[in-house]
Structure formats: structure tokens, C-alpha cells
């Protein structure tokens, strides 16, 4: 059976528990483990796909067409374990099949109640699907103490007293703020937020002490002594100069030999960290460097582009080169000339998102990328913007637009309300839900032989993660082959446009997928290591 490791925070949120799970799971696979990891989120919404990236950052997609909380992101591309639905769950999906159980009579006249009934539910989704692995990680979201949470603490007590501290061990993760006023690291902040868990009858195991300044091992016996831990438990987790040093940086002060230690597996084999130390070594020494300007509406908060930031890098990574992005707000280039801000860049991309907000800006982008030879990759939302600038501009089509924002007078973009997932075909109605009713997660795209997209990929046949309503209408892009933008991607069925390029233009590619979902640090997507190697060969033209 799985060995199960709980990770919870304190103090305050954003102190990286996605980052600190992911990097164990990396550590805990490169030494020979099986893992998975799964995050439990308290917030009431079934799931993210309708919340604001302004609130929530991106909306990460699985292959199995579940959207999901970002930090399922950090796991895939630290251990390349696909997640899967099951691995993400909130208080709102417990809550509501808590709630259709006890309306069709599954609980046989009981009073439903949050224990035992919502921590069961909890308690089955943590276990399901664990066969076969050696350690299940799981996160839980928000921090010890928040009301909405308590339901996921109190799951996770049980499930310790259920199964025996052998198989179960949680880890803590906590801030220990330096106050400059004072010159010195305070650690009450750690040892309330341990109280307060020991409160609801969870005894750390393992406490991960966020920090900026080395903790001296005379206040790790304080917070050992004050928090019923040894010393050697407490373990430092200083900010680091890259996110792909964290599993070297917990393995140097002996996360993962304490986490086996709490297991009893003293004499567990190494870990082999050589491909991290190489990524790290490429971060570290680049042979030369980019400039690449994203063109988006959520610049505010970057976190909404993770995953593409992410993906970029690990495009850098595949040229040895260092990637600046300039990130810019479309609605800037409604009032003011693309070139004062694009000049000097060496890329354009434009990426996915939704509404009318900036939408004439990033079209503004994409004609600059187009007339100026500039390498330019188009995502989702990016593929439309270029699709209406070559009908307006190439085509002559005046009026070219997206029914998404209104009525054009020629719809190169349309809603999208049936098309073919697998054997079956999928319909959704103009007003129905908005919650998981887009076109979700893994399908395959046909690439025409000879394409750029075609030789980018070394492939003909691929697999991409989609999150959107609405797609290229196939007529208008048909017309627009006629002008020099080409289809070099269609669904299996020939129905869907997936990929269009200007085969004239030195690299412009626009994709109705999300690339950025299945790059990796130790496996870069083709297309960003394409779109960088572009971005590299203008920057030695100029």
C-alpha cells in the first residue's frame, strides 16, 4: 500500500507548498520511488475553470479534461507524473456529491453531517487510484487554521489513525520571518502555527521552516523543543536563485533522509540528481540570451501565466540561452504604436484568454510580428487575434472578428457546439454552464507533412490539452490559404482547424492548444524550443 505524506502550511499562504511537494516528489522519484501527488483545495467552487486569473492565477488542464488548481502543474513538471482528475478536489466537489448521495437515499435516513459523512468523502478521494505507487503526496491548500479547511484537517487526522503512523507522515510547512528592525529571525510565528495543528490533533512529523536568512541550528533546537520535534526535523528552506535547485537545495539539508527516516527506510538508495544539477548548470551559464515580449491581458499577476512562463524557460534551456520577457499589457497598444514597445524584442507571443479587453492590441501585436518578420507563436485566444489580423489585413475581409465579442460581419471565429472527443460526440449549449463546459484536455491533431509546425514537431500525429469554446471557422480558413496563412493542423476528423502558419514568414505559428501544459525542465515542448531557436536566430540578424 501507498505510504501517504500530508503537507500543510502555517503562518500565511504563498509560502510554496506546491513548489516544496513537487520538489519532494522529484526527490523521492530519484531515488527509485513511485509517486504521486494530489492537492486538496477548501474553497467551495467545484473547481477553478470559472474563477479569475486576477484571484486565482491559471487554470491548469489535465489530460483527462479536468481543470485544476496551478500547483498541479508544479507536479507534473517536476516528477512528469500526468495528473489526473482525481487528483484535485475541493470543498465545493465534496459538498456536492455529498449532496446528490443524500438526495437519491444513499444514506439510508442518517443525519448527514461533516463528520462522518463529508470526512469519508474526503477520505475516499484521497485513496483512490493508489495502487502500485510507493508514496502519495497531498497538499492541502489555504493554511492550519482557515474555517473552510478543517473538514480536510480532520480527514487527514483520521486517515493517520486509520492506517498507523508507518504509513502516514506529515510535514509542515511554516514561515520564519527575519525582522530587520531587530537583525534577527523570530520563530513565535512557527510555533503557534505548530500549536494550532497539534490542536486539531495533528503532530508534525517534519517541519519545513521558510526562510531568507540561515536559521541557526540553536533556534531550530528552539523550534524542535517548542514543537515536540528534534532538531534535525526542523528542516531550513531558504529562497533560492532558481525553482529547479529546490530538490538539490532539500536534499543538501536532508528533507527526503528525515522523510525516510519517519517511514523507517534508513537504508533507502541514493537519489540520482544529476539531471537536476544539469538544468541547474544551464540556468546558471547560458551561452547567450533573449528578449521575448508576451503580449496578455493578467500581466498584474503572473501567475496566471505559470505554466507559459515555465515553458519558455525550459525553451532557453533546450538553446542555452538565458529568456527575458517583457510582459506587456495589450491595452497599451490601443493607444500607443506597437513598434515603441516591440523593437527591440526578439519574439512575439500572444496567449490564451477571454473577453474583449485588449483584444485590438494583441491583434495590433500580431500584424507587427507578421510585417516586421518577427518570430511570433499565437495560443488559444493568440491563434484567433491572428487569425482576424490576416483576414482583416491579408484578406481584405474588413469587419473580421469573433462572435465572442460581439457580431461580426465576417465571423472568422465562431462558438464552438459539437465536436468529436474519442467515439463520442460532445455538444454544449450558447447558454448553458460555464463551469467544465469548454472543449477540456488531451485530443489529437493530424499535421501536414512538409508544415513548419510538421518539422518543429519531428511528428505528424500529436497530442495537445485544449481549454476553449470557440475555434477557427473552417471556411473563412480555408479563404484565407488563398492570402498565405495555411492550416498545418486539423482535428481527426477534418472538421476543427488546430494549427495555422504563414509559410512565407520566418517562424509564425498559431495554436488552439496549450502547449505550455505538458513542457517540462528535463523534456522542453518542441514548439517553445522552436519558438526560442527562432527568437535566437533574430536576435544574431539584428
Same mark, same amino acid.
Given at each position: ?13 504563498s509560502?510554496?507548498k506546491?513548489?516544496a511537494?513537487a ?15 494530489r492537492?486538496?483545495?477548501p474553497y467551495?467552487?467545484?473547481d477553478?475553470?470559472t ?9 491548469y488542464?489535465?489530460?483527462?479534461g479536468?481543470e ?8 507534473e513538471?517536476?516528477?512528469g ?7 484535485n478536489?475541493?470543498s465545493?466537489?465534496i459538498y456536492?456529491?455529498v ?5 437519491k ?10 463528520i ?5 468523502m ?6 483512490a ?8 503526496l ?5 493554511t492550519?487554521g482557515?474555517?473552510?479547511g478543517l ?6 487526522? @483520521? ?13 509542515h510547512l511554516?514561515?520564519v520571518p527575519?525582522?530587520?528592525a531587530?537583525?534577527?529571525l523570530?520563530?513565535?510565528?512557527t ?7 497539534r490542536?486539531? !490533533? ?5 517541519l519545513?521552516?521558510r526562510?531568507s ?10 523550534i524542535?523543543?517548542?514543537c ?10 531558504l529562497?533560492v536563485?532558481t ?5 538539490l537545495?532539500?536534499?543538501?539539508v536532508?528533507?527526503d ?5 519517519v ?9 540520482d ?5 544539469d538544468v541547474?548548470d544551464?540556468v546558471?551559464n547560458?551561452?547567450?540570451?533573449v ?6 491581458k493578467?500581466? @498584474? ?10 515553458a519558455l ?6 538553446n ?5 520577457l ?15 514597445f ?7 507571443l500572444?496567449p !490564451? !484568454?477571454?473577453?474583449?479587453?485588449g ?6 501585436a ?7 518578420n ?6 488559444c ?17 474588413? !469587419?473580421?472578428?469573433?462572435?465572442e465579442i ?5 465571423p472568422?471565429i ?5 465536436w ?8 454544449r449549449a ?9 472543449r ?5 491533431a ?14 505528424t ?7 476553449h469554446r ?5 471556411d473563412?480558413?480555408r ?11 486539423w482535428?481527426?476528423d477534418?472538421?476543427l482547424p ?8 520566418p517562424?509564425?505559428?498559431?495554436? @488552439?492548444?496549450?502547449?505550455e501544459l505538458?513542457?517540462r ?8 524550443t ?6 535566437? @536566430? ?5
Amino acid at each position: 500500500m501507498a505510504r501517504l505524506i500530508f503537507i500543510t502550511g502555517g503562518v500565511v499562504s504563498s509560502l510554496g507548498k506546491g513548489l516544496a511537494s513537487a520538489a519532494l516528489g522529484a526527490l523521492l522519484q530519484a531515488r527509485g520511488y513511485k509517486v504521486r501527488l494530489r492537492k486538496l483545495d477548501p474553497y467551495l467552487n467545484v473547481d477553478p475553470g470559472t474563477m479569475s486569473p486576477f484571484q486565482h492565477g491559471e487554470v491548469y488542464v489535465t489530460d483527462d479534461g479536468s481543470e485544476t488548481d496551478l500547483d498541479l502543474g508544479h507536479y507534473e513538471r517536476f516528477t512528469g507524473v500526468s495528473a489526473l482528475k482525481s487528483d484535485n478536489v475541493t470543498s465545493g466537489r465534496i459538498y456536492s456529491q455529498v449532496i446528490e448521495k443524500e438526495r437519491k437515499g444513499g444514506y439510508l435516513g442518517r443525519t448527514v453531517q461533516v463528520i462522518p459523512h463529508v470526512t469519508d468523502m474526503i477520505k475516499e478521494f484521497v485513496l483512490a487510484e493508489t495502487d502500485g505507487l510507493d508514496f502519495l503526496l497531498v497538499e492541502i491548500g489555504g493554511t492550519v487554521g482557515d474555517i473552510e479547511g478543517l473538514p480536510f484537517f480532520e480527514a487527514i487526522r @483520521q486517515l493517520s489513525n486509520d492506517l498507523g503512523r508507518g504509513q502516514t507522515a506529515f510535514i509542515h510547512l511554516t514561515l520564519v520571518p527575519y525582522i530587520e528592525a531587530a537583525g534577527e529571525l523570530k520563530t513565535k510565528p512557527t510555533q503557534h502555527s505548530v500549536k494550532e495543528l497539534r490542536a486539531i !490533533g495533528i503532530q508534525p512529523d517534519i517541519l519545513l521552516c521558510r526562510a531568507s536568512h540561515p536559521i541557526p541550528e540553536e533556534e531550530r533546537r528552539k523550534i524542535g523543543l517548542f514543537c515536540n520535534l528534534p532538531a534535525d526535523r526542523v528542516i531550513p528552506a531558504l529562497d533560492v536563485d532558481t525553482i529547479y535547485r529546490v530538490p538539490l537545495a532539500y536534499h543538501d539539508v536532508g528533507l527526503d533522509t528525515q522523510l525516510l527516516r519517519v517511514f523507517g527506510l534508513d537504508n533507502a538508495p541514493p537519489p540520482d540528481l544529476s539531471r537536476w544539477q544539469d538544468v541547474v548548470d544551464r540556468v546558471k551559464n547560458p551561452e547567450g540570451e533573449v528578449r521575448i515580449a508576451v503580449v496578455g491581458k493578467y500581466m @498584474q499577476v503572473k501567475d496566471s501565466y505559470k505554466s507559459l512562463s515555465e515553458a519558455l524557460d525550459h525553451g532557453g534551456l533546450a538553446n542555452n540561452v538565458k529568456v527575458h520577457l517583457d510582459w506587456i499589457d495589450s491595452e497599451v497598444f490601443e493607444r500607443e504604436d506597437a513598434a515603441v514597445f516591440l523593437e527591440g524584442v526578439n519574439a512575439i507571443l500572444v496567449p !490564451g !484568454g477571454f473577453g474583449e479587453r485588449g483584444t485590438e492590441g494583441k491583434i495590433n501585436a500580431v500584424k507587427f510580428a507578421r510585417e516586421r518578420n518577427v518570430p511570433f507563436l499565437g495560443i488559444c485566444y493568440g491563434l484567433h487575434m491572428a487569425v482576424i489580423e490576416a483576414a482583416r489585413d491579408l484578406a481584405g475581409l474588413e !469587419g473580421a472578428g469573433t462572435t465572442e465579442i460581439g457580431h461580426p460581419k465576417h465571423p472568422v471565429i465562431g462558438l464552438m457546439t459539437e465536436w468529436v472527443k474519442g467515439n463520442q460526440v460532445e455538444t454544449r449549449a450558447a447558454d448553458g454552464d460555464l463551469g467544465g463546459t469548454m472543449r477540456l484536455g488531451a485530443y489529437t491533431a493530424m499535421l501536414t507533412p512538409g508544415s513548419k509546425v510538421a518539422e518543429v514537431y519531428g511528428a505528424t500525429e500529436i497530442s495537445e490539452r485544449h481549454r476553449h469554446r470557440y475555434e477557427v471557422n473552417t471556411d473563412y480558413a480555408r479563404q484565407l490559404e488563398q492570402h498565405g496563412m495555411t492550416v498545418s493542423g486539423w482535428s481527426p476528423d477534418g472538421r476543427l482547424p488546430e494549427i495555422m502558419e504563414i509559410p512565407s514568414h520566418p517562424w509564425f505559428i498559431g495554436v @488552439q492548444f496549450h502547449p505550455e501544459l505538458k513542457s517540462r525542465p528535463l523534456e522542453p515542448h518542441p514548439l517553445f524550443t522552436g519558438f526560442v531557436a527562432a527568437a535566437v @536566430q533574430k536576435s544574431r540578424l539584428v
